[in-house]
């Protein structure tokens, strides 16, 4: 799972952030509201912990031009704004969830996990599985047809993130920015590379054939292209 972290206080960004990987998310943490806009419309997250009070551009903008542009990760508004206006006008324009500071830690993370819960985002926990694929997510382990999938990774991420949106189109850039970030040195030609080590992984299974690719689109995991 991905979050995103729009806060400017860098002590409490510090904090959130560590404990969050802590409880076994990856994150990614802006500091002011012109970089967490950007992660917010072009980066691929589960979940945005955004601050409303922001240098540059406020929460409530990345809020409005996230919904705008049909952006429908779930959104928690993290801020020490408790009057009764901010909390409406937040929910109203698309948050999903509002925190005041000062908060428990406690509450933010079940609170993190009802979200994720609630907009159908997978559960750490939870077994993924489709035809002959099976993911344990917590324990970052895959099987198919019963039998252990040897992966690295990056591997593990592009097969899991291609069973959260099976039978679904995903782009390579959708995939880039995923699994490497938008920080990421590495070229978004990676992800033609990782599609092929991953299908050389599943090959022996005859399962190599479920990605499909799309011409001048991207990928679909789909059954119906194993023959």
Not at 106 to 119: F, N
Request: net charge negative; glycine share 8%; hydrophobic share 40%.
């Amino acid at each position: 799972m991905k979050l995103l972290i729009v806060e400017d206080d860098l002590a409490i960004a510090y904090t959130i952030a560590r404990v969050m990987r802590d409880e076994g998310y990856e994150v990614t943490e802006c500091h002011n509201g012109e970089e967490g806009l950007h992660h917010a419309l072009y980066g691929e997250f589960d979940l945005i912990i955004l601050d409303i009070m922001l240098p540059h551009v406020d929460g409530f903008k990345i809020i409005q031009e996230a919904r705008r542009w049909k952006v429908d990760t779930p959104i928690l508004c993290l801020t020490a704004r408790d009057g009764l206006n901010d909390r409406v006008k937040g929910l109203t324009i698309g948050a999903d969830d509002y925190v005041v500071k000062p908060f428990e830690i406690a509450e933010l993370i079940v609170r993190v996990k009802v979200l994720l819960r609630r907009h159908g985002k997978m559960n750490q926990e939870e077994q993924v599985s489709y035809g002959p694929i099976a993911i344990q997510v917590r324990n970052r382990a895959a099987t198919i047809a019963g039998e252990e999938l040897i992966l690295t990774e990056k591997e593990f991420e592009l097969l899991e993130y291609l069973l959260m949106n099976k039978e679904q189109i995903v782009t390579k850039e959708q995939i880039y920015n995923r699994i490497w970030g938008l920080d990421s040195e590495a070229g978004i030609g990676i992800v033609e590379l990782y599609i092929h080590y991953l299908r050389k992984k599943l090959s022996p299974w005859t399962a190599d054939q479920l990605i499909q690719t799309v011409r001048g689109l991207g990928y679909k995991l789909k059954l119906q292209s194993m023959l």
